[in-house]
Nanobody
């Protein structure tokens, strides 16, 4: 069973940067596609970014493309989300989760369901990111 714990959230000014982490317990972590989602206050959870098991394929929501970078460190069983040029619209609780199917490194096109929250499991408890104007 994979257990995920997010950390690193906080308060940051607009234009600033923050890196949040998702630490995983479980021996199979290196085999999983991992994703980040966020849920702004009063809104639905939305896809932010995902990374394949090998760490060589990534996919982003258009709203964060060019500002956020997802990465993973297998030796530490951790997935990161580096967030730059933050705006108040990025304020949300950020969650990591495991995608329930695969994403081959030989298939650069992301899986059709990669952005769907219902296709993820083992959700962490989330970490709050607040961006002040």
């Amino acid at each position: 069973q994979l257990h995920l714990v997010e950390s690193g959230g906080g308060l940051v000014q607009a234009g600033g940067s923050l890196r949040i982490s998702c630490a995983a317990s479980g021996q199979m972590f290196h085999l999983y596609v991992m994703g980040w989602f966020r849920q702004p206050p009063g809104k639905e959870r939305e896809f932010v970014a995902a990374i394949n098991a090998g760490g060589d394929l990534t996919y982003y929501n258009d709203s964060v493309k060019g500002r956020f970078t997802i990465s993973r460190e297998p030796s530490q069983n951790t997935v990161y989300l580096q967030m730059d040029s933050l705006t108040p619209e990025d304020t949300a609780k950020y969650y990591c989760a495991r995608f329930m199917t695969g994403w081959s490194r030989y298939t650069p096109e992301p899986p059709r369901t990669l952005t769907e929250a219902t296709k993820y499991t083992n959700w962490g408890q989330g970490t709050q990111v607040t961006v002040s104007s």
